[in-house]
């Protein structure tokens, strides 16, 4: 990690050092190009330590790992999938072995277009630079939909964000919102402690269980090309729900079922579609997350939704700016590991031929 120094200089600066930003990193670095890495955690990982104790991966260590080099397979007797931990120690690794130039913590304000690029305002000084990746995710955002009467609820709300473990949910009576693999993962762990209902808008769709993140990406990418130039067709996503071995046991345990969405709230629970209304201590929602881009306000590039108009992962509106690893809008699964170095590649080869170099520089 380098020193923390304010006023600083590069040719490319990349905000964010998670999995996306290292990906980045990773290319810039092949391409000869002098950057920066800005990270406003305290310790590398990117979003990953935020996650709840037990996560897990939905696909093997082999298929779960950044450009260049594979993550480390867990133990023999291991179920397979890695843990939270293991990919905060893979990724760690990670920018140490490629010896990427990550500051941290420091916490982006605002981009600025300036002389020759881009002016970024920090808590600890000002960068500039000839172009910009954004690389935050979308962890600092999470999404919860709004129903009448939420703010008068007097149990605990949160949001998978802030989710640790059950035990704080013992003996209570749990709502868990959200039909992804997050909703499947942590209602699995909290129906051990609590009496839970699982509220998806539509059925889930379980995966067989030879069938992990692996297979389903693969297929998921033969979807998504058979769509390209089809203007009707839906967008393939992953979230199709992997039988990692705590949602089996769920099922084991006849507690995968669920309801579809309540009307209100009322002050001590919720009230269904047929008016029945039903006691609640607490609601988790995993309903996932919007981009993290509010730092780019004064560059008049936000949608309504958060996003930024791209072409690829190169922003439209603004010249010199890359987005990368938000979703299907910043390139086919690039917030996943193993998706998001296709999006990494094709940015760097973006900016190295929007530089225009004549000659590597140097740092």
Known sequence: ?????????????????GQSGLAVGYYLRRAGLSFVLLDDQPAPGGAWPHGWDSLRLFSPADASSLPGWLMPRPPADD????????????????????????????????????????????????????????ATGSWRNPFVPQFPGQADFGGVQLHSAQYQQAAPFAGQRVLVVGGGNSGAQVLAEVSRVAHTTWITEKEPRFLPDDVDGRV?????????HAQAGAAAAPPATLGDIVMVPPVKAARGRGVLGSVRPFGRFT??????????????????????????????????????????????????????????????WTGFASATLIGVGRSARATADEIRAFLNLSQTPTE
Do not use: H, K
């Open 216 to 224: 389903l990406f693969t297929q998921a990418t033969q979807r998504y």
């Open 267 to 328: 002050r001590t629970g919720v009230v269904w579609a047929d008016g029945r209304e039903e006691a609640v201590d607490a609601v988790i929602w995993c309903t996932g997350f919007r981009p993290a881009l509010s730092f780019l306000a004064d560059l008049s590039v936000l949608q309504p939704d958060g996003r930024v108009a791209t072409a690829g992962t190169r922003a439209t509106a603004v010249s010199g700016l890359w987005l990368v690893g938000y979703g299907t």
């Open 79 to 134: 179920s397979g999938f890695p843990t939270r931990d293991a990919v905060i120690d893979y990724l760690t690794q990670y920018e140490q072995r490629y010896e990427l130039p990550v500051r941290r913590p420091v916490r982006v304000a605002v981009v600025r277009q300036a002389a020759g690029g881009f002016s970024v305002e920090t808590d600890v000084g000002t960068y500039r630079a000839r172009a910009v990746v954004c």
């Open 1 to 17: 990690m380098d020193t923390i120094s304010a006023d600083f200089t590069t040719d490319v600066l990349v905000i964010g050092a």
